[in-house]
Every structure is written in C-alpha cells, then in structure tokens.
C-alpha cells in the first residue's frame, strides 16, 4: 500500500460510522456545523469536524517552518469547529479530524466509512457571487454515502413538523433518495413529501413521438413504478406521513418549487437522462444553486 493509500485509510477510519462535517470557519461551514451537530445528536453518531489545509503552490519548494505554520493555523480552525459543536450539543461526542490535502480528497476519504457527510455550499474562498463551490459539487459526485449541502443563508426556522421533500425519477440514486427521505423524516418526526415529474417530449413539441409506441402506457407505468416505490417504503415506516406527486413538469423548476419551504429537499446525484460526463444530473445541479432549503444528494444503492 502507498503512503497516500494508507493515509486514506487512516482518515476513513477516523470517520469510522460518523457524521462528517467540513469546517473552515466560512458562513457556510458554520451553518454546515449546526446542521451536522442536529444529524449526530438524532442518529446518536458521532461528529468528525474535519478540516483539510494544504499549501497551495505545488511546484514551489517550502521550508518546513511554514508548513507548520499553516497545520497551526489549520489545528486552530478545527479547535473552533469542535468548541462551537460541544457547546450546541454537549452530549454529543465531537472528534476533531486535521488533514494535510485538498479538502474535497479529504471529505471522499473519510466518507468511506461515515455514514454521511454535511458540508456548506461554499467555503473560504472564490467571489461573494458563487453560490456553490467545487467541493459542494464534487465530493456529492463521488461520494459512496449522502451528502447533505447547507447553503451559505442557512437553515430558515420552519414551524410545525419537518418537511422533506424527494424527487424520485426510477434510477438508482433516485430510489437511494426516496429511502433516505423516509429515514430523515422518520428521525425527525417529519413527513415526505415524494413527487415524480414526467416530461413526455411528444406533449412538448407536438409531435406525435415514436411509431407504434403507446404513450399513454409508458405514462402509466412510469407513475405505476413511482406509487409502488413510494408504497414499499410506506410499509416499511408506517409512522411517516406521506404525499405522493406524479407531476407533468419540467423537473428542475418542479422540484425546486416543491421545496420552498422544505426542511430538507432530496435527491439523486445523477438521474434517469444524466450522462456519464456529469458530475451530477442537471436537476441536482439546479437545486444546489437555487433551493432555499438543505439539499441531500445520495449515490445509487450498491
């Protein structure tokens, strides 16, 4: 094994069935924090506040003076993290997790054997208008366990029960989404809200579509598949109160409308009609930079 193969998996151990948050003291990873704090206290996990440093110039030699300087200042940054996670949830076992190297390497790493990860939708860095950064699209692409991305405004107080909201669309991740919503709902004492949108390309452009193909049924057994999926996770957490949608709509407007005022909004991070090429489907990469709530993003089932 690689010196750098072992450090992952030393850093996947560390994380060994936790909630893993990425901190660097930005806005975002503040409210990450908060978010990621409420996750380990409900699943009685514990919180790894991770942090990753890294010296930015690779082809430029350092001394080693300054390589200490910024894993001191990196050592700080956690021990802030960890503080401010204690004093929401004292009950809570907080560990700190420091790690020389790209943060979204990082993140992926101790993934492996977390059971999921909460970042912030930006960190330090880049301009005031970007609204999501590259590990918050990143480490959802790759990542084998749910990702949930808080964005920089935070989390708004919703009244009453907790809404969770799910796309669903028959894919892999689509139905590794539908189950975590049923388990988020569940642990918070909240309901789903599921909604599958169908877009017929034929309603869309007036044409009649493909030769001896019965539309109709297609729709059918779309919405016929979608209803069961949901029915089978209803059985399985019959606490959960549970509205199914089957909706004729583009998706990405859809969802996202859905889950204006949402606790959390779910999702697959690459859906039926995403290519190979994506980091996430079009519809996940939508709601990343639009939803006014957490967004969830789960792989396929494995």
Not at 15 to 33: F, H, K, M, N
Not at 44 to 58: D, E, I, N, R
Not at 186 to 214: I, K, M, Y
Request: hydrophobic fraction near 45%; proline fraction near 6%; charged fraction near 25%.
């Amino acid at each position: 094994m690689s010196a750098e193969s072992e450090a992952e998996a030393a850093v996947a151990r560390a994380a060994e069935r936790s909630i893993v948050v990425g901190y660097d003291e930005s806005p975002g990873s503040e409210q990450a924090l908060r978010w990621a704090v409420e996750e380990a206290r409900l699943r009685q996990s514990p919180l790894v506040v991770c942090h990753a440093w890294h010296w930015p110039y690779p082809r430029r030699p350092v001394v080693g003076e300054v390589l200490t300087q910024l894993e001191g200042i990196g050592s700080a940054v956690v021990a802030e993290g960890v503080r401010h996670a204690r004093e929401l949830a004292p009950t809570v076992d907080v560990r700190p997790l420091l790690v020389r190297g790209v943060a979204s390497a990082v993140l992926l790493a101790a993934l492996r054997n977390a059971e999921l990860a909460v970042l912030g939708s930006r960190g330090q860095g880049g301009f005031e208008e970007l609204r999501v950064g590259s590990a918050a699209v990143q480490v959802p692409a790759h990542s084998v366990r749910p990702v949930v991305i808080v964005g920089h405004d935070g989390v708004a107080a919703r009244e009453g029960m907790a809404r969770i909201v799910v796309g669903a669309d028959g894919s892999p991740a689509g139905q590794a989404a539908l189950e975590f919503a049923f388990e988020e709902a569940e642990l918070r004492g909240g309901a789903v809200r599921a909604v599958c949108c169908w877009l017929d390309v034929g309603d869309l452009t007036g044409q009649d579509g493909l030769p001896f193909v019965d539309r109709r049924k297609i729709r059918a057994d779309a919405e016929a598949g979608f209803r069961e999926a949901v029915s089978a996770l209803m059985r399985r957490r019959p606490a959960v109160p549970v509205t199914i949608e089957f909706i004729a709509e583009r998706p990405e407007r859809a969802i996202i409308d859905a889950a204006r005022d949402a606790t959390l909004l779910v999702l697959g991070s690459r859906g039926v009609g995403s290519t190979p090429t994506m980091l996430v489907g079009p519809v996940t990469q939508a709601a990343l930079s639009e939803a006014a709530c957490p967004v969830a993003v789960t792989p396929p089932l494995g």
